[in-house]
């Protein structure tokens, strides 16, 4: 059950971001509330997850995936480049959270 929470933080964390950068700076009401709402669930749904992850695995899951995921909605649909740097790094954050669940330590 876990995963599935971790899963929902992801998609609420994307949305976040998403939201926040059509908030204007908190000047759009409406983009703002879904920045706060979205942050809300996705720290609830956070929390519930690392009941069961240990803290710094849990954390560090939580902001890479959403970190993969909100830089290829950008590319995808907000026209933004996504490079061969960003590639890689992409890649490197891949490596990296296989590397923490192989350590067992989820």
Not at 38 to 64: C, R
């Amino acid at each position: 059950m876990q995963w599935l929470y971790l899963a929902v933080a992801v998609i609420f964390e994307i949305a976040v971001a998403i939201a926040a950068g059509k908030a204007e700076g908190f000047r759009n009401r409406a983009w703002t509330v879904a920045t706060l709402l979205s942050g809300a669930i996705a720290t609830y749904f956070l929390s519930k997850a690392l009941l069961t992850f240990n803290v710094g695995v849990g954390y560090a899951l939580w902001t890479s995936v959403s970190g993969i995921g909100i830089t290829l909605l950008g590319a995808l649909l907000f026209g933004q480049r996504l490079n061969w740097r960003k590639a890689l790094g992409i890649v490197v954050i891949i490596a990296g959270v296989v590397g923490l669940q192989l350590s067992g330590a989820a």
